[in-house]
């Protein structure tokens, strides 16, 4: 098992990673998201043990890692797969997975999972993107690592092989059964493949949680923007604080981090139907049509934009009238009102 605590990690006098706890289960995929620069990578670096850490602990089965207690990258047992895939170019499939290997057994399990077999003798010039993020994969699981950290492994590849890629590296991952931590940007991803999320922002974990519940629960705003399209509408908690009530009409809450009274209700783009209506609730400000769906932004009277995506159907212009009710069913995050 993996298991970091308290772990602190600075770059000279700036502290990037902050008090950082979690612990991962035998087979479990966490996804690590995050703003740009906001430390993910720097968590994979000093797990792998390529960077000091200043302050806690990280443990993985047999050894324990703190400031003091420096374990060399090699004796950690920790696999890595970059985006850039780091195959040596002038070696064959086959003699990349082998690299530094003892049992060629494990390397020809891999192989043959991750459908490289007719691959074996070809050099990584080519292959394509996800033929070479196989082949790193193979590579990396060939070694029977304790853990196994991807640092945005999918993010050089076109949007349809990311698609099926990431379930195949998920299904190998889950054979192998290993502990994993996957940094992605792509929301859809992490909310697709992780078991758990863990929600970074300035080298804080802000929510460690299933992807539901950072999605429909997220403990912030920050969390909320950040997974997925957001919108805040005004309303009142009701005193058992099961009930918010907004010029939209009534939705199921959960109150967030104690809100209470003064809330703003955070409505996701499904949340909602849209009607065109003259003497409705607001105005559509802009639509995006995206093919299947149209999304649109509507101005509110009261000056709150909420964002709002319907069937393609549906067709308005800016500036028409419309009404919006909320439809959902299941709770929705209530903030207490800023
Ligand atoms: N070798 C280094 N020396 C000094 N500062 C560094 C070094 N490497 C990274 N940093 C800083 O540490 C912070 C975190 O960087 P890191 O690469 O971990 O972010 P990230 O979340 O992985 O970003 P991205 O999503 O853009 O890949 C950034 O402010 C970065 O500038």
Redesign the pocket.
């Known amino acids: 098992m993996l298991k970091v605590s308290n772990l602190s990690v600075s770059?000279?006098n700036?502290r990037?990673i902050r008090n950082l706890n979690f612990s991962l289960g035998e087979d479990e995929i966490l996804m690590l998201v995050?703003p740009?620069?906001?430390?993910?990578?720097?968590i994979l670096q000093a797990l792998a043990g390529l960077i000091p850490i200043s302050e806690g602990q990280i443990c993985l089965d047999n050894w324990r890692a703190t400031p003091d207690r420096f374990v060399q990258p090699e004796k950690r047992n920790v696999g890595m797969v970059f985006q850039d895939f780091a195959l040596f170019p002038h070696l064959s499939t086959e003699q990349n997975i082998y690299f530094r290997l003892k049992n060629k057994e494990l390397a020809e399990r891999w192989i043959q999972v991750l459908g490289l077999e007719e691959l074996r003798h070809a050099r990584p010039a080519t292959l394509s993107g996800g033929q070479k993020q196989r082949v790193a994969l193979a590579r990396t699981l060939a070694h029977n690592p304790a853990c196994v950290l991807l640092d945005e492994p999918l993010s050089n590849l076109d949007a349809a092989l990311k698609d099926s890629l990431r379930w195949e590296i998920r299904n190998a991952l889950k054979e192998a059964g290993v502990p994993a931590i996957w940094?992605t940007?792509d929301q859809e991803e992490a909310l697709s493949v992780g078991d758990r999320i863990g929600v970074?922002n300035n080298g804080v974990l802000c929510q460690l949680d299933t992807p539901e519940n950072c999605f429909s629960e997220p403990a912030s705003r920050f969390v909320a923007r950040f997974l997925g399209e957001a919108s805040f509408l005004p309303g009142r908690l009701s005193d058992d604080q099961k009930t918010v009530h907004t010029t939209l009409g009534e939705a199921p809450a959960i109150p967030i981090n104690d809100a209470s009274d003064q809330v703003d209700l955070l409505i996701r783009p499904d949340d909602l139907s849209l009607q065109q209506d003259s003497t409705g609730h607001g105005h559509i400000s802009w639509v995006r049509y995206e093919g299947g769906a149209r999304f649109y932004a509507v101005q509110l009277d009261d000056d709150t934009e909420v964002k709002v995506r319907v069937s393609h159907e549906h067709r308005l212009e800016p500036g028409e009238r419309v009404s919006l009710s909320i439809i959902t069913t299941h709770p929705l995050a209530a903030y207490a009102k800023r």
């Open positions: 770059y000279g700036t990037i995050g740009t620069g906001c430390g993910k990578t720097t940094v940007h970074l």
